[in-house]
Structures are given as structure tokens and as C-alpha cells.
């Protein structure tokens, strides 16, 4: 019983431990008067491009690399609208989410997508691999 609550609370902050670094991170730019609401969509693309940097390379320094070079244009953007151009940090952020989310879906499933949200060659390799069964 004891071995699983330690399972249990390991995996907790295992797992939570990149929500409580985007939320200080978000706390310091808040703190800052930059409010930054795409900071999830942000994550999700640093993660998709980290995840194919190391699998491509086999090195987790360069998928770290690739995490960060694929958020640094878009914060970059974003900075600027929001500070120097003075546009409104809510429109801004939001259109940001979007296009990462967009772009992210994208690259995940495949351009054609059919009622379940999930490109028609996965349901494809699906049938072949259940087909060899």
C-alpha cells in the first residue's frame, strides 16, 4: 500500500511538474503587465518539435534546441505586438493559440481529417495492422 501512494505521488509531480513551470513562467509575465494566454499552445508546439528533434537524432540537447526554436518566433511576434505596437494582448494571444493549435493538428494527423478528428491514413494503418492479426 505504501510502495503504490509513493507510485502515486511521484507520478503526481512527475506529471505536473511542466504545468508549474508554465505557471511560473506565466506568473512572471503577469507580474510584468504582459498578459500571455498561449502559453498551453506554446508548450504543445515546443513539445511536438523537442519530440521530433530527439527522435530524429537520437539527442535530447538538440530536441531541446528544436523545442526552442520552434516558440521563439512566435513569442517574439507576440512581444511585439503586444509591447512595442501596442495591439490588445487578448486578441493577440488568442489568434496565437489558434494558429498553434492549427498548426499543431496539422502535423499531428495530416491535412484531411475525417468525423473523428483523425486523418484517414491512420484509420488505413489501423486496418492493414489489425488485417496481419
Known amino acids: 500500500m505504501e510502495e503504490q501512494v509513493a507510485v502515486f505521488v511521484g507520478s503526481s509531480l ?6 508549474m513551470l508554465a505557471a511560473t513562467g506565466e ?7 504582459v498578459l500571455n494566454m498561449s502559453i498551453e499552445g506554446m508548450m504543445l508546439t515546443s ?34 505586438l503586444s509591447i512595442k505596437l501596442r495591439a490588445n494582448q487578448i486578441v493577440t494571444h488568442q489568434t496565437a493559440r489558434q494558429s498553434d493549435r492549427h498548426r499543431n493538428r496539422h502535423q499531428y494527423f495530416g491535412a484531411g481529417r475525417n468525423h473523428f478528428g483523425v486523418s484517414p491514413n491512420f484509420w488505413r494503418s489501423l486496418a492493414r495492422a489489425d488485417s496481419r492479426l
Request: aromatic share 8%; charged share 5%; hydrophobic share 55%.
Open 14 to 19: 512527475r506529471l505536473a511538474m511542466p504545468l
Open 27 to 33: 506568473l512572471i509575465s503577469e507580474r510584468a503587465g
Open 47 to 80: 513539445a511536438f518539435a523537442s519530440a521530433v528533434g530527439s527522435w530524429s537524432t537520437g539527442s535530447p540537447m538538440f530536441g531541446l534546441a528544436c523545442g526552442m526554436a520552434a516558440v521563439l518566433p512566435m513569442a517574439l511576434a507576440q512581444g511585439y
